[in-house]
């Protein structure tokens, strides 16, 4: 089945700086990958996705990029502010079938 | 209407009891999903239901009954659970036949076993 390694676990950025979170996926068939963000107290929100056939997607200031060669995939967060903290978790999966595979989550902290 | 409603917000139940957790969206999704997720950890899928059928059990002891009313309403009936049962629980939806699981998730039902 599918493994999603998510690195680093915890980021800690000052306020206006930027932010990586990357991940790293095993199946080669997975072609679509989602980004969520769970503030305390709630559920994961979609905040972007991406799927093979594109290599970079962005929304103002997120970006996800993919590299399919190498199998991995990453969420870029720039001008962050105190209310991007929260945790991210990246996920993966074939469009045709199968479940979505999650990382293991990265806490992100901006300080103000 | 973009919400997954999901009550009761906290359950409280013993380990002899009978609770149920309910999910509501009115999105149009014919995909739902219950999640079991403990703290600092991913959410692990637990049930789905495409079109109002039960498509995936991922080994989920009997204890844990989904039912799927209609398309819009999601329960998972809980009896003689176990202390390591406590965790929040999650529904959430998605179109489904897309092949891409865009998936809108409720705001959880945080669960305690005593």
């Known amino acids: 089945g599918e493994n999603v390694e998510q690195h680093p676990s915890t980021l800690s950025v000052q306020e206006g700086d930027s932010a990586v979170i990357k991940c790293t996926y095993s199946d080669s068939a997975s072609n679509y990958f989602p980004w969520y963000k769970q503030e305390l107290g709630k559920g994961p929100q979609l905040i972007i996705d991406?799927?093979?056939?594109?290599g970079e997607k962005k929304d103002q200031r997120i970006a996800v990029t993919l590299n399919k060669t190498a199998k991995h995939f990453s969420l870029h967060i720039t001008e962050t502010q105190p209310e991007d903290s929260a945790v991210y978790f990246c996920a993966a999966k074939r469009t045709n079938a199968g479940k979505s595979t999650f990382g293991d989550g990265t806490t992100l902290t901006v300080k103000p | 209407d973009t919400e997954v409603t999901q009550t009761p917000k906290h359950l409280v139940m013993g380990m002899t009891n009978k609770k149920s957790l309910k999910c509501e969206q009115h999105m149009g999704h014919r995909a739902m999903y219950w999640y079991k997720q403990k703290a600092k950890k991913p959410p692990e899928l637990m049930f789905v239901?495409?079109?109002?059928?039960?498509?995936i059990n991922e080994s989920v002891p009997s204890r844990f009954s989904p039912e799927c009313p209609n398309s819009s309403l999601l329960n998972l009936h809980l009896h003689a659970l176990q202390p390591e049962d406590s965790a929040l629980y999650l529904c959430?939806?998605?179109?489904?036949?897309?092949?891409?699981?865009?998936?809108?998730f409720g705001s959880g039902t945080q669960l305690s076993v005593l």
């Open positions: 239901y495409s079109y109002e059928k039960l498509s």
């Open positions: 959430a939806s998605s179109q489904a036949g897309q092949g891409e699981e865009k998936l809108f």
């Open positions: 991406i799927r093979s056939n594109v």
